[in-house]
């Protein structure tokens, strides 16, 4: 009886086994066993059976890591991988890939984990929020949507932006506002990458019916870590503006010099910035830059609050518009 007992038993943990293959040790000393889904920004993400939602776990708060799950891997210097990891040390994981071997390497410059078997939708990210305000001198009010998308491979990451204003006010005009980016990345070697970017933007305030600028160029992530990046490039811009007063149309060559910084391991803080200059080489003189900023508080459940600041500035303006804009949002929203 004893051995059909034995077996039994044995057969039941192979199973469990085989369903949960991976485990982290976290530093109070917890176990969690089950699959590791990703890490990005600092979290680890990992699927278990004793959980309707996956268990999220800062990745400094991990002291040991075990897998066999097969994963898209990053570290710092810019160099992918394709394999699995474990721990060797408190300090060091070992990644074994498929490429190279064995490779040993401190825990810190690990800064991006992804499941190969994770399919369309874990490879999307999407957020949406939305704003209001209203104040009751002359009966001023402001509506704003924001949404994000983004997808993101081994090789390449495409990202689409949206963001819509309107104020309305007593015995004035509406102002609006409309900006829109799709931008393509391409990730090359040693945390280099090539890029093409989309841009559109409409704006009442500075009689712009449309502007919209192809750009490509060349960047470089000058350091990625599990809680920072900062990423510096270069490029050539085509500008095509459209006003309301037809005979303002303006169609002009660009350089571009940009640089973006994003921090995400500010507790439940993130921070994106970027700033983009726009020298023109074919008007004399002229120089746009875009600047934005945006601060994002995490809420339960998914949920967020965010504020952010877009400015836009042009020394040369068609003549009755200022030379700058700006617009300043608050907004609730969501993300998958």
């Known amino acids: 009886m004893k051995f059909y007992t034995l077996l039994f038993s044995f057969l039941l943990f192979s199973t469990v086994l085989n369903a949960q293959i991976d485990s982290l040790v976290a530093k109070?000393?917890?176990?969690?066993?089950?699959?590791?889904?990703?890490?990005?920004?600092?979290?680890?993400?990992?699927?278990?059976?004793?959980?309707?939602?996956?268990?999220?776990?800062?990745?400094?708060?991990?002291?040991?890591?075990?897998?066999?799950?097969?994963?898209?891997?990053?570290?710092?210097?810019?160099?992918?991988?394709?394999?699995?990891?474990?721990?060797?040390?408190?300090?060091?994981?070992?990644?074994?890939?498929?490429?190279?071997?064995?490779?040993?390497?401190?825990k810190n410059n690990l800064v991006y984990l992804k499941n190969f078997d994770q399919g369309f939708w874990s490879r999307l990210s999407v957020s949406i929020d939305l704003g209001f305000s209203l104040t009751r001198a002359q009966d001023l009010r402001q509506y704003s949507m924001r949404a994000n998308a983004g997808y993101l491979t081994k090789s390449w990451?495409?990202?689409?932006?949206?963001?819509?204003?309107?104020?309305?006010?007593?015995?004035?005009?509406?102002?609006?506002?409309?900006?829109?980016?799709?931008?393509?990345?391409?990730?090359?070697?040693?945390?280099?990458?090539?890029?093409?970017?989309?841009?559109?933007?409409?704006?009442?305030?500075?009689?712009?019916?449309?502007?919209?600028?192809?750009?490509?160029?060349?960047?470089?992530?000058?350091?990625?870590?599990?809680?920072?990046?900062?990423?510096?490039?270069?490029g050539i811009t085509g500008n095509n503006e459209f006003y309301f007063e037809s005979q303002d149309d303006r169609r002009s060559l660009e350089g571009l010099i940009g640089t973006e910084l994003n921090l995400f391991d500010i507790g439940d803080l993130s921070l994106l910035s970027s700033l983009s200059v726009f020298p023109s080489i074919t008007e004399t003189g002229r120089l746009r830059t875009d600047f934005k900023f945006d601060l994002k508080y995490d809420l339960p459940k998914d949920f967020y609050i965010k504020t952010g600041l877009t400015l836009n500035y042009d020394n040369q303006p068609v003549e009755g518009t200022p030379e700058s804009d700006y617009v300043f949002q608050t907004s609730f929203g969501w993300e998958l």
């Open 28 to 106: 109070n000393g917890d176990v969690i066993i089950g699959e590791i889904k990703s890490l990005e920004r600092g979290v680890i993400i990992m699927e278990t059976d004793y959980s309707d939602s996956d268990f999220k776990i800062e990745w400094d708060g991990v002291a040991r890591i075990y897998t066999q799950t097969l994963f898209i891997i990053n570290t710092s210097d810019g160099k992918k991988y394709n394999g699995s990891i474990q721990s060797a040390s408190d300090e060091n994981i070992q990644l074994n890939t498929f490429e190279y071997g064995v490779i040993t390497t401190n």
């Open 157 to 234: 990451q495409l990202l689409a932006n949206y963001n819509w204003v309107r104020s309305t006010q007593a015995e004035t005009d509406d102002i609006k506002r409309t900006d829109a980016s799709v931008s393509f990345r391409y990730f090359l070697a040693k945390s280099w990458n090539a890029f093409s970017e989309l841009n559109t933007l409409s704006n009442t305030e500075q009689q712009l019916d449309l502007r919209s600028t192809l750009t490509v160029g060349i960047g470089k992530f000058i350091f990625h870590t599990n809680r920072t990046y900062w990423n510096f490039g270069v």
